[in-house]
């Protein structure tokens, strides 16, 4: 369905910027299945698949996707592609990270190709050859 189609959506995602979605709401949850979310702030929810090219990401599970830019503020990704952004908080299980701000949060799995990695208290950076990353 589309964002419009839906019955009482959350107000966070209407006030999305976004073209072509695909979304549902199971259980009071938004799940986003496909399109581009072009700005925004993700409240929580459930991302299956899809752009997302901007924004705030508060919450949530990543399922899969292609993240192109954004500043991440805490959840779970599960796999896709990294592309660009500022990651703060969260837990990173798998995908592809190829470029971005690494700043605080577990890495356990995935493929880091490059960017930066710093923690966001002390500046040290993050021992990404153990898992888990932090204690």
Not at 24 to 43: Q, S
Not at 87 to 93: E, H
């Amino acid at each position: 369905m589309r964002i419009e189609e839906l019955e009482n959506p959350p107000q966070w995602l209407l006030d999305a910027k976004t073209k072509f979605s695909s979304v549902g709401i199971i259980d009071g949850v938004v799940h986003w299945y496909g399109g581009v979310w072009e700005d925004g702030d993700w409240k929580n929810g459930v991302w299956h698949s899809g752009f997302f090219e901007g924004g705030i990401w508060e919450n949530g599970i990543w399922k899969d996707g292609i993240w192109e830019n954004g500043t991440w503020k805490g959840g779970v990704w599960q796999g896709g592609t990294w592309r660009n952004g500022a990651w703060f908080d969260g837990y990173w299980l798998d995908g592809i990270w190829e470029y971005g701000y690494w700043l605080n949060g577990f890495w356990y799995g995935g493929k880091w190709e490059r960017g930066n990695r710093r923690e966001r208290c002390n500046a040290k950076l993050l021992p990404f050859d153990t898992q888990p990353v932090n204690e």
